[in-house]
């Protein structure tokens, strides 16, 4: 399986890639939802909500990290607003439920995936 996912790594466009990170951390939030919408949580269930926050994190950085404000202009920056409004909620996420935030930080998350794919198909066709 590293293997085929290296091989996508290397092989796919730039824009494909962050449709990946995107994927990824919708993925992430998905499952730290399924276990926050659960009444009680076993200690494996917490830690398992605490890593996909953690992962999703991750994502959320580097494509903060990845932004060129200079070149992107006013979509760059209003990104960097976006990225660091949903890792100031990934901390808060961490420290307490709440499912909402969790459906809302998807939608933003698969808007954005949407548009990046509308991006990808208008300048590579169909992926």
């Known amino acids: 399986m590293n293997a085929y996912l290296e091989n996508m ?65 006013e979509i760059a920056k209003n990104l960097r607003e976006i990225y660091q409004a949903l890792s100031n909620d990934l901390v808060r996420l961490s420290l307490q439920d709440d499912p909402e935030t969790l459906e809302k930080m998807i939608k933003v998350l698969w808007e954005l995936k949407s548009a990046w794919e509308d991006v990808e198909k208008e300048h590579y066709g169909k992926p």
Do not use: W
Request: charged share 30%; glycine share 4%.
């Open 9 to 73: 790594v290397m092989t796919s466009n730039p824009v494909r890639l962050v449709i990946l990170l995107y994927e990824k951390a919708i993925a992430c939030l998905e499952s730290a939802l399924d276990i926050s919408r659960k009444r009680e949580q076993s200690p494996e269930e917490l830690k398992e909500k605490l890593e996909n926050l953690g992962r999703a994190q991750e994502i959320i950085t580097v494509l903060d990290s990845t932004l060129d404000l200079e070149k992107g202009g």
